[in-house]
């Protein structure tokens, strides 16, 4: 099992540009979502899927779009990156959207805009 | 304004030394949980609590959720060196699906 994994680890955008975040999940999780973490913020959830299919908007979804065609991945997308966009970013998946449900966290991709 | 409240926000003591770190909110949880993030790794699960009043312990780390279900505490006995990281709570609301957290406290512990 190699759990959640991002890539890539870091990235320098330039503003304006495009890119895809990737996350992947082996364990067959229904529940994935993603985190921004900005210094002295704690984690800030963008968007979030209940299964394949099926997204929804977190806190802060603005200048983000995510699609979930299988189980397996969860990309999100920045459509023209903003200099506020410079964050880490972390995907998480979990078995089911139950609040006792562990969360299991990637090791996040450092974004940086310029 | 941050839905979860942590404090301290940063935290620097001996080795040996006790401490307790909070979590607090206006509103009601359906579940609290704990993380512990190292630098350029992603969050681990520390504990999850679901019950008002609920104690879990976890080595010497003792986690206590309030009895209304607002605020929660963790607790460290003897800290190590090892303890060093950013801990995090975080919590569903009641009805709702997405887990918000709180901004962190950062620990470090000094040989």
């Known amino acids: 099992n190699a759990g959640v994994t991002q890539t890539p680890k870091f990235q320098v955008l330039k503003t304006g540009q495009s890119m895809t975040l990737q996350c992947a999940q082996d364990?067959?999780?229904?529940?994935m979502s993603w985190y921004r973490q900005d210094p002295g913020m704690g984690l800030r959830l963008i968007h979030y899927?209940?299964?394949?299919?099926?997204?929804d908007q977190g806190e802060v979804p603005n200048g983000y779009n995510v699609s979930r065609s299988t189980t397996e991945d969860f990309p999100l997308r920045l459509l023209s990156a903003a200099p506020s966009q410079t964050s880490v970013y972390f995907c998480?998946?979990?078995?089911?959207?139950?609040?006792?449900?562990?969360?299991?966290f990637g090791p996040g991709t450092r974004l940086t805009v310029l | 304004t941050q839905l979860l409240e942590q404090s301290p926000q940063f935290l620097s003591i001996q080795e040996g030394e006790n401490l307790t770190v909070y979590c607090n909110s206006s509103?009601?949880?359906?579940?609290l949980q704990w993380y512990r993030q190292e630098p350029g790794e992603g969050p681990v699960l520390l504990v999850t609590?679901?019950?008002?009043?609920e104690v879990k312990k976890l080595k010497r780390l003792t986690f206590q959720f309030g009895d209304a279900r607002k605020d929660s505490s963790l607790h460290i006995t003897a800290a190590q060196p090892g303890d060093t990281g950013l801990y995090l709570c975080?919590?569903?609301?009641?009805?709702?699906?997405?887990?918000?957290f709180g901004q962190g406290t950062r620990l470090t512990i000094n040989p």
């Open positions: 998480a998946s979990s078995l089911t959207s139950s609040y006792t449900d562990t969360q299991y």
């Open positions: 364990m067959n999780h229904e529940y």
């Open positions: 899927s209940v299964g394949a299919g099926i997204t």
């Open positions: 509103s009601v949880f359906s579940s």
């Open positions: 609590v679901v019950t008002g009043g």
């Open positions: 975080a919590a569903i609301k009641q009805g709702a699906q997405k887990l918000v």
